[in-house]
């Protein structure tokens, strides 16, 4: 029991200082170091391994919506990123730019893809002819860069891996459909195999993408209440199609331009599986995405038969489930459960020679921290169980505590007392103009999180300018 | 077949000029156009199908032999490029620059990753303290960006996509047993996945990687009787290690560096296999990476019963393949047939009114053009083994070719000679030194490729110096 105080005191409480506690647990989980160039990240073995898992459940989606996988240029020349106007004033501003190829400066710079509608869209342009050449179904796994000033592991990088998708289809209606389809789809993902609740909605007008119609937003709420856009889905009218000519001849002969789409989720969202589960213990990882579902400790590991009986129940559990066995000699047993504890895996066995004699082992929960004896003829069929009811009750958990984040205001002065003393999401009306908007911004640095597909009528009046309510929109401060 | 001919016609045939076959198939089966940018790449679905099924087999092998993954910043600071002498007077000449971040002019500029070595040094100096975190095995899959003057889609591109493995262990022993590993692996996957036929063996001194003590590389021959680099693994010694500083204290607490290696195979695979089973009709794609193995085309399709039993017949193939219908109603037959004949697709089912009535279809195989009639009954298990065959047979075809172009040359005439009239491997006695070396490139341009882990003893003599010879090489014209 000491020794377990002695280590975890390592790390920050999350109600000391929230911003340290998740930095003690990047780096102590070992997901993540800082790397030589400011605002870069190298995402070390087992942080790479939740994005993997990320990404294989993801792109299995993605192909069975008919979307395939393809692979387009890092570099984009000025003149296309030039070429849509609110796109490149929103993201000029933050590209890194490469002016020297070998020996030899540039005739034109080359900016590192922030994203890739300019050079998707110039390929798109030049395949797309007919209506039999639509829809087109895209996506691309990569790496992008956005030179940011304040940088944190995970949460805003100035490279990060994402996914973006890229759609083209002859109507506006197909187009809108395919943008909500994947705002569900992501939904769905961050709920059944995060264990992360969310809010579906809109962006207001101030906050869409640069260039887009319409953005949806899936956002979560973190521990400490503030919110986190976890995945977004963009609808481009046909907005990029006139600025790069992207045009199909219909049914009837006539040249129409395509209505378009894009979407990504990013390495962002591991920051947010941590800040939605994790307490003063570390990480705690759903079971669906954890890369080591069930850890196996022996205790008394030196004694006879103790190793052979962990490495048989490593054997038979591998078949189902990630498994693996700590059975260091240098560390002990306390050692180990808390080092586990911190990587947040969601099951542990304990097991020693008593515990073999009697044909049972020990099952602890990483989610309630509870313990129960369970016979080793029933293992496999328990783990399985366990993790289900883990997943669930991460689930759950989360749900509470955005639950008991959730404030009304139906005032200005209600609003800002609520940033005076809490954070979390505030439900509000709003009379839809910019003007409100800036306001709560500049006065509790809070900003619309989106105006969900829920809607409730708290109220016919703005809260903040008392005239009529458009929208009811969700706000927070945010990551 | 006027049709038929009709369609082939449009590819060049690679008797008349082998480079124009290649590009006529890469941007006609669509694997890849060009982008915007000269030297660069756009991985059609097509093609980035090919390097998924790559990456599935590889990563599986890399993690079954202990590798995991992370993933290392895109950009090097000039001052940890410049740590290692030899390894940056290699890559230098053909970085790309970054000097420009967001509004900001950078004070160091950064380079485009063309390879990791150094920012991955620099990373595992931090994480090594003793003999327990040794070995350290990982492996990352990237993009990586030299700057090529003279380019070619998958064979030689500024960018491209690739996995490097970079290990570090305690001794020199272990580093070398992993490099031969690895070289082991990768001629496996050639000849396993990709049906080549490769040598193995190790680089002159000339052609090793820069910074490495030994380069290992896979050779494998393409239809031209050139040569394609198709994967190498260097081993390092303890170099990196010293310019880095990567330290770890041994079991006597003594400090020591540490031994490293680096391995790496690319989408220039991809550009082997095309030109290593292409023929005048086309791709040919080893079953076992195909995007599909299958593909069913209906004879007479608007007939009763005949599209309905394709989607029967594709339901129960998908099970256990990757199969695809063409049901496309303006295409014919014929056009369809030549169509997945170019795409390189291993096995075409051909399903019409009258089999069905017999219960039976043809079954067409890519890689001899032949036809048979199968029972629908023995469909599933005839395929399962005609993918097999093929499989096996492309190998031997691509043997045979290698074979066929492997020459011998005892003294200097006979080598030019052989290059004057032909293109293939010629196995020849060397004394070991540069200016033979030199000396064939400046007459011939073609270089040594490796020195065979099976060297015969052809001479006692170089054959170009007529001095004493030390090993036997392979050389070649080269990708």
Redesign the interface.
């Known amino acids: 029991m000491n020794e377990n105080k002695e280590f975890v005191k390592d790390l920050t409480d999350m109600e000391v200082d929230f911003a340290k506690w998740y930095t003690d647990i990047i780096l102590k989980a070992e997901l993540v170091?800082y790397?030589?160039?400011k605002g870069?990240?190298?995402?070390?073995?087992y942080g790479?391994?939740l994005?993997?898992n990320i990404q294989a459940v993801l792109d299995k989606k993605f192909k069975e919506t008919g979307h395939?996988?393809?692979?387009?240029?890092?570099?984009?020349?000025e003149s296309?990123l030039n070429k849509e106007k609110e796109h490149v004033e929103g993201f000029a501003?933050?590209?890194?730019?490469?002016?020297?190829?070998?020996?030899n400066p540039l005739n034109e710079?080359?900016c590192?893809r922030p994203t890739s509608e300019t050079?998707i869209c110039?390929?798109y342009a030049?395949?797309v002819k007919t209506h039999?050449d639509l829809p087109v179904l895209?996506n691309q796994w990569?790496?992008v860069?956005r030179?940011e000033?304040t940088t944190r592991p995970f949460l805003r990088t100035?490279?990060f891996?994402w996914q973006e998708g890229h759609t083209l289809h002859a109507t506006a209606q197909e187009a809108q459909e395919e943008t909500l389809k994947i705002h569900q789809l992501y939904a769905d993902f961050c709920k059944e195999y995060l264990a992360m609740p969310v809010i579906m909605g809109q962006k207001s007008e101030k906050e869409k993408f640069a260039g887009a119609e319409a953005t949806y937003t899936v956002e979560a709420l973190m521990h400490d209440g503030k919110a986190l856009q976890s995945a977004t889905s963009h609808y481009f009218g046909n907005h990029f199609a006139k600025a790069f000519d992207i045009k199909f001849q219909d049914k009837d002969g006539k040249m129409q331009y395509c209505y378009q789409t894009s979407w990504g989720i990013s390495t962002r969202i591991i920051g947010g599986i941590i800040m939605t589960h994790g307490d003063n213990r570390g990480l705690k990882l759903p079971p669906r995405i954890a890369p080591t579902q069930v850890v196996i400790v022996p205790i008394a590991q030196h004694k006879e038969g103790v190793l052979e009986k962990v490495a048989e129940l490593e054997q038979k559990l591998k078949v189902h489930f990630r498994v693996e066995s700590d059975t260091r000699k240098?560390c002990s047993p306390g050692y180990k459960f808390n080092d586990w504890e911190l990587r947040g895996v969601p099951v542990r066995i304990e097991i020693g020679p008593k515990d073999i004699e009697n044909q049972e082992c020990i099952l602890f929960r990483r989610d309630t921290l509870e313990k129960e004896k369970v016979s080793l003829d029933e293992l496999e069929k328990r783990v399985a169980t366990l993790l289900e009811e883990i997943q669930e009750n991460m689930y759950h958990m989360a749900e509470e505590n955005m639950k008991k984040h959730t404030y009304v205001a139906k005032s200005l002065e209600e609003y800002t007392q609520i940033f005076d003393e809490k954070q979390g999401y505030v439900k509000m009306m709003w009379c839809g103009c910019r003007e409100c908007e800036d306001k709560i911004k500049e006065l509790t640095s809070s900003t619309i999180r989106c105006i969900p597909f829920e809607e409730e009528k708290l109220d016919t009046k703005c809260a903040i300018c008392g005239k009529e309510a458009k929208h009811m929109v969700y706000t927070a401060r945010q990551y």
Chains 1, 2 share one sequence.
């Open positions: 170091d790397a030589p160039v870069f990240m190298v995402i070390r073995p790479y391994a994005w993997e395939k996988n393809a692979y387009f240029p890092l570099l984009i020349p296309l501003p933050e590209v890194a730019w490469v002016t020297q190829g070998g020996e710079r080359l590192i050079i110039t390929m030049k395949w039999k895209l990569a790496n860069v030179w000033k100035s490279e891996l240098e």
